[in-house]
């Protein structure tokens, strides 16, 4: 019988950037009420469940997510992996500006100015992903992190079905994704 670790992977909850539909990148911003609301919620879903190790990426919104849902006090360890996207000359521009196929391609140096190429994402994660599988098998384990560390996770776990395809997967934030691997 094949045992696997089990990964729940959470996503931040939500700022004012995220209300304004603005692109976070690596700008270090705290949660808004709604935010620390959401976390409290993800936090009593998740009450119940014993994390071998929690994983979280260094930024302060999710530095706060994490500190919210960890009312057990697991042991913790922020990973630079995990960071949200470079997003260079991006960031606090609308959403709305990004060329999806350009944002989402997987092709090398294909990115806006000093914007880290979601390539570049993948490849950071896999990393993680990789370490992660090495040292928590049979675990269970949570990570804090965004969206489009959430984007990558899921290309890892089931591949790249495009470009347009990867923008359009949804994860709202404070929202709980349940993996075995």
Excluded at 47 to 64: E, G, N, Q, T, V
Aim: proline share 3%.
């Amino acid at each position: 019988m094949v045992i696997s670790m089990h990964l729940y992977v959470v996503r931040h909850g939500t700022t004012y950037n995220n209300v304004e539909d603005l692109i976070n990148g690596r700008n270090d911003i705290d949660l808004n009420e709604q935010g620390v609301k959401e976390a409290g919620r993800a936090s009593f879903i998740l009450k119940d469940i014993k994390f071998d190790k929690i994983y979280c990426s260094p930024l302060i919104r999710a530095k706060h997510t994490m500190q919210i849902i960890n009312c057990n006090n697991f042991p913790v360890e922020y990973d630079e992996r995990l960071a949200e996207r470079d997003s260079g000359v991006m960031t606090n521009h609308p959403v709305a500006e990004i060329d999806i196929n350009l944002w989402y391609s997987l092709t090398p140096g294909l990115i806006y100015g000093s914007a880290e190429s979601f390539k570049g994402v993948i490849t950071r994660v896999d990393s993680f992903i990789k370490d992660l599988r090495n040292e928590h098998e049979n675990d269970t384990v949570l990570v804090v992190a965004h969206g489009d560390v959430m984007k990558a996770i899921e290309v890892i776990i089931f591949g790249y079905p495009g470009a347009e395809e990867v923008y359009e997967w949804s994860h709202p934030n404070c929202c709980i994704r349940d993996y075995r691997l």
